[in-house]
């Protein structure tokens, strides 16, 4: 899935080996949406946080896709976090969360967020996919997973 290297960046991979909570798990992922700015993170969050209680962002099989939209992003972005104790997300299939996409879109990006989510919610929907996740060893073999560079077998 060649957009979603794009949206995903350099540094936006990371193995979070302590989450205790979601909120926790949103708070990560926005600060690394938030390309270093503590002010864009915090505006990343607090969008994250409102999607989600507007109903639980997972997906089934211990995937989430926690998105938001705000004024601090120009474009849209993504990170990902493979953690390492699963968090209780909510989902629909009791499932705990272990592999998270976040995704922060501008204002503006109204449908071109739907699809975006439909997209990344159909390569998620894969098992190969997720195992090969949940198989790779650091982040470097992780953003290949991701960046298709690995096939999931």
Do not use: K, N, W, Y
């Amino acid at each position: 899935m060649p957009l979603l290297s794009q949206l995903l960046g350099s540094g936006r991979v990371q193995i979070l080996d302590a989450p205790d909570s979601r909120d926790a798990v949103l708070d990560a992922a926005a600060r690394l949406l938030g390309d270093g700015s503590a002010e864009t993170a915090a505006e990343i969050a607090d969008s994250l946080r409102r999607r989600e209680r507007l109903g639980s962002t997972a997906i089934g099989h211990g995937v989430a896709i926690p998105h938001g939209r705000c004024g601090a992003c120009r474009d849209a972005r993504a990170s990902f976090l493979r953690l390492a104790e699963p968090v209780d997300f909510a989902a629909a299939d009791g499932e705990p969360v272990d592999l998270v996409l976040a995704i922060a879109a501008p204002e503006h990006f109204s449908q071109q967020h739907l699809q975006l989510l439909s997209e990344i919610a159909e390569r998620f929907a894969e098992a190969s996919f997720r195992d090969a996740l949940r198989a790779a060893r650091d982040t470097h073999a992780l953003q290949a997973v991701l960046a298709g560079t690995v096939a999931a077998t």
